[in-house]
């Protein structure tokens, strides 16, 4: 230990970011984080009690099982209840408590626009009409049997982190979970489109194609048939299993890297059209207000983003030393190729690691060792993805797009970090 | 429609094995599934009843989610508990109904020794010692604060599969589930093994690590220790949230494509010895008996292996057609290269399409079109890995290690389909 104490640490960037090397192999030990956090146990010294748990059998198997009691804490998070939106609302993904790139179907993020319907799928039909040769009615035993694609991607709702671009000042008590957390990512398995609409039939003239969802709300959206041919699948599965009823059982549209809400579920409807339909949910909702009043419409691909996950707002570090800073990045323009991480506030920038298997337009978890050395730190990272694309900062977006935007919103996320460790949501 | 209908069908080997090329674009429908199962809607004719669900919104947003009830036929299956064995015994992953690579936590396989532990991870440690500079002990918040990856890869029970080793008849009830089910595949994120080996200090005479679990039956395997240092991890996330209490909640061992077992859960040592420990569970289990009673020990990796798990056993096929063959592929060497079907019982095959991103020792789904006539068959699948090895039939394994031989195998699994379209577990 104490030869590996003087190993020198090689910074990267200002105020206390480490190589990467330090991340594996010689590892954080050299880094002081053994000497402060991991007990010395002498072989012959101390002896531990044999606890409970280890004394007699446990509960057999289960046929589907849940997370321990001690995980209890890691949920999504809803807002109130609005008597006058029954079923409206949100619920996000606890980001902060999360590892790796995937996310447990439990724990994936949910909007609803009235609720979530209890289908029972023997009396549900998708059926395609409009401008097509042969309409055409699926039940879900029909779609079943047609050849599937399994792809993991995110889903992240255009409405996420729109606090940011509404709020003129940081909201210092926010999480991760509670800014950003209308996003997820799982391998989502089901229907090209594709095939369905050949068997369709799709006219020259049709040019839309407009989605319905069979929850009370008669959720809506018209997606450009250019997509519709390219990658969009009808998602029968999420991680394995199909999909949950709050994420469109028996099935929904998946329309991979563009805004959540276009990914229509209970999808029972979809209709070519020569231009797009215009609905309450792209005209009232979903549309990016500039500084002049007007809309940008169907800003559909999601923009290249990052976050820190952790540390994050409304965590704690107890002691100066080395910690891993690690985070989520993603883009609805391909993949990603490179992140960046400053301690303070931008003025230097270090590349991370990318810590999980990178795929197009998935979440990829990103990390780099830091030394905290007691003093302030503005976090922040930057993502860079496989078409050129670089996160933009809160303030270029404002810049562009005005201060009453809510859609969108891509910004580089800071948080600040105290003399005592407190993390907080800033503004910088 | 009819221009369509008229296309051949391309046929790539016997028995109504077709061309990958059916499986996207043209599709199914020139295929026949189309005719026979989509409804056809007239845009003026039928109207179609608004379902209840539609009518009234729903219940909104949920802290942590569940399937549709009406999916809950979809549960992993336990055998019977064994008074004399309390809480020992497995539970088998419903590989028949779930679709792309990934497996959810609630049903991904179970093997437990004595039970699931009720571990509070505040009480729990993780001690290395034996042959090492330092021993030392990390608790769960220790971990947390330590580098991790993430790796997609299955996990296999060296035991799976192997009721077709010890049975001389096939059981024609059998399911993927009942005889293959031991196997499943997540996102795995933890502490690489090396970065604390590292820390601890291993000693020059070390070549094994002991790895025991804190259950009542102190379940424990020896690693050898170039394994340990390669890709090894104690895993504290599985598909993005913590480990379930089933699967080693706080930590277990992750051995990325050995044999299942050798994966500790409940970790709570790793003690670096000059041989291997010898324990129960590597002597009187998990080792290989030959056809004179010697036994191979240590046979760590499992190797490549693959499934149809539709239409598999138990399944029926109501009308000839266009069906979609559709399973699993692995291997404990490398990542799938190529999967080979045949519907003639091995006479002929075609090479299936990988459906689901090819990730190093993960689960991989194929697929093929397949047209049946109404006449018997045999369902085969063979898979090929990055390393050159290709997937056996049991004949040869048997022929290789005799009939008493239990744990790893991985045959080729055949399906028969007689006239009247039932699915049959077979040896062929």
Redesign the interface.
Known sequence: ?AKQEKQALQQVAGNGLLSRRH???????GAG??AS???????SG?V?SI?Q????????????????P??SH???M?GN?NPTY??????RSPLQ????????????F?R?H????????A???L?I??LV???????Y??LL????????HFLECSGNSGAMLRSATADSGATAQSIHGLVSC????GV?L???L??A?VLDQASWVAAVG?????MGRSLPLSKALDDVMIA??Q????I???QG??MRLFVPGWEGNISVKWL?QLKLLDEAAQFRDETSKYTDTLADRSSLQFTFPMGVKSLITSPSGQMQLNNPGV??I?GLAWSGHGSITRVEISADGGRSWADAEL???V?DRALT?F?L?WQWRGSDAILQSRAHDSRGNVQPTRASILAARGNIATYHNNGIQSWSVNSTGELRNVYA
Chains 1, 2 share one sequence.
């Open positions: 230990m991340l594996l192999g010689l590892g954080l030990s984080l053994a956090h991991s007990l010395v146990a002498q072989e101390v531990f606890p748990w280890s004394r007699q059998p446990g509960p057999g198997s289960s046929p589907y099982g849940s997370p321990s001690h995980a890691i949920q999504r809803s209840p029954p079923g409206g609302g949100a619920s408590y999360l590892q790796g790139s995937i996310t447990p179907n439990s724990l994936h949910e609803h009235a609720g979530v319907p209890a289908i029972d799928p009396g549900h039909k059926v009409n409009g040769r042969q309409p055409l009615a699926f039940s035993e029909d049997r047609y050849p599937m694609v399994s792809r993991i799982a391998e989502w398995t090209p594709s095939a369905l050949e068997e039939g069979a929850d009370a709300a008669s029968l599965y991680n394995g299993e199909p949950r009823p709050e059982y028996p029972t910690y891993e690690s810590q999980s298997q795929h978890r990390r060792p």
